[in-house]
């Protein structure tokens, strides 16, 4: 996969800006499980092994990549030593759908891509389907890539014949709406000739959608889709905030703030912490999530009603 930044650990300067955005340093004000911890030890001779610790740490929330002046590929520094451990454990991935691809099935023009969690949610599902759908057929495809997406997570190598399986039918849509952060940022690289959307971006985009946010309105951008395709999604949501009047989970430099409730590895992270984080000195009337793990995290820490952007309308 191309890398959206491509310097290593070697160009970290100890500069520490990575640490004012990452959810765990704000949790555990712990420097070993930081990018900078991480960094700075491999630069002194440490392996993947003494960083066990630090690794399972982080969300992937991709937070401190726009922060890094050094232009440092801080995800993929965490998913590469990931796979060297995982390699060295002898850990075997297992993939779903290693049939041949299919072939010849024309797709209609929009596709999504829905994550596990959404499938389980019929109501919203429905609700998102309606809402993107309006008069251009759209279908969910049936193969959600929670697979890969737990290899990536895991930097796990997929079968090229995995990829292939998993693309075919995308390959003849004219778009891809997907619900996973590390799915889209993959599907960016693999396939082309598609326009390629996360979910809360295709929401946000629709004007029925715009016109129901307003300036009472907080609104929690999901974080690893942002910052892994940043320079584009900060003209998109800034666009959004200006129209609407509504805040945003975004601090000075425009970084998301994470909460990282669907994260796999959020078990360093106080996502109550994060939330009073972003609330703090803001009084809204209602929060809008992307995410749908977020309206709970909420939940667990306000009374102002949280309601997931397809249910706005
Ligand atoms: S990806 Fe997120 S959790 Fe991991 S180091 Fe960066 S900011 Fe911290
Ligand atoms: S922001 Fe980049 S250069 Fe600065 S300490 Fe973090 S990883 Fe190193």
Redesign the pocket.
Known sequence: MVPLRSRTYAACSGCSL?LL?????RSTHDIRL??HGRAKALQHGATANDLVESLDS???????EPACPESID??GM?TGLRGELAQQRGTKPSFDGMRPAPTGEISPPTMLIASQTLTENAALLQSIIQQLGGNVAIRVSSDSGTDISFALTEGLPIPEARIEHFLAPLKTTLRVIVADGRLFYALKNWLHGVTIASLGEALSALPKVREKLNDSDFYVIEPVAFHRDHERLISHYDSLRLASGCTMNLDLQRMAI?ITASARHSGRVNADLQIRWMLEGRNPARIVVEDIADIAAFAHVTDTPVVHLANLL
């Open positions: 990575c955005s990452c959810p765990v340093w930081t990018p982080c969300t992937l929330c991709g937070a401190c801080l995800v965490v994470p």
